[in-house]
């Protein structure tokens, strides 16, 4: 009973200090950063920096490989590659960078920097080879697709024809409002 409890909970403590949540954490913020929205990839943003601040250049040094993990929502937000990264996070996740850049001893930042961008790149790359791969296995798949991004660029054009209609004021000819004036 009492023997097996006391096992358990040292075999529990020797596992985390073996294994700490850091990685985990670091992951997780890195997730939230990179694709969140809102408040909480603004909070993850903030977090980095902090944690890159704390830990400061002899915490780098003592663990260098965390750096490419806090480093990555910081890098894909920054990135005018990155669809849907609002203006102010953009500017949060450049001063994020240059905290990083300040706190990180020597060529780090360039190493990790570097990692990072290898990392999107080499996802981005995967992505691209599996739809080309995807059109030749699934021809009717790639179709539709083609399709639906065929309509979503009609009905583009179709607002941007409307919204200059409405914005030139089609209520009368061009030559009577050259009168007017």
């Known amino acids: ?26 992951r997780r913020m890195s997730k939230v950063g990179a694709g969140g929205v809102g408040a909480a990839r603004a909070a993850a943003l903030q977090w980095t920096a902090n944690v890159a601040t704390q830990l400061g250049t002899d915490g780098f040094t003592r663990a260098p490989a965390i750096a490419a993990a806090l480093l990555l929502p910081a ?3 920054a990135d005018v590659a990155v669809k849907g990264v609002a ?3 953009r500017v949060l996740a450049a001063e994020t960078l240059e905290i990083m850049r300040s706190v990180l001893p020597g060529e780090a930042f ?16 995967a992505r691209r080879r599996a739809k080309a791969l995807e059109a030749v296995t699934d021809p009717e798949r790639a179709a539709r697709a083609k399709i639906v991004k065929a309509g979503k660029r009609t009905a583009a054009r179709k607002r941007k024809v409307q919204e200059y ?9 061009s030559k009577k409002r050259a009168r007017e004036v």
């Not at 097996?4 to 990685?23: F, G, R, S, V």
């Open 1 to 26: 009973g009492g023997a097996t409890t006391i096992a358990t909970a040292t075999a529990a403590a020797a596992a985390i200090d073996e294994k700490p949540p850091l990685p985990w954490l670091f």
């Open 75 to 77: 890098v894909l937000c």
């Open 87 to 89: 203006e102010e996070h």
């Open 110 to 125: 360039a190493r990790a920097y570097a990692a990072v961008q290898r990392r999107v790149a080499g996802r981005r790359e």
């Open 165 to 173: 209609r409405t914005g030139k004021g089609s209520s009368m000819s």
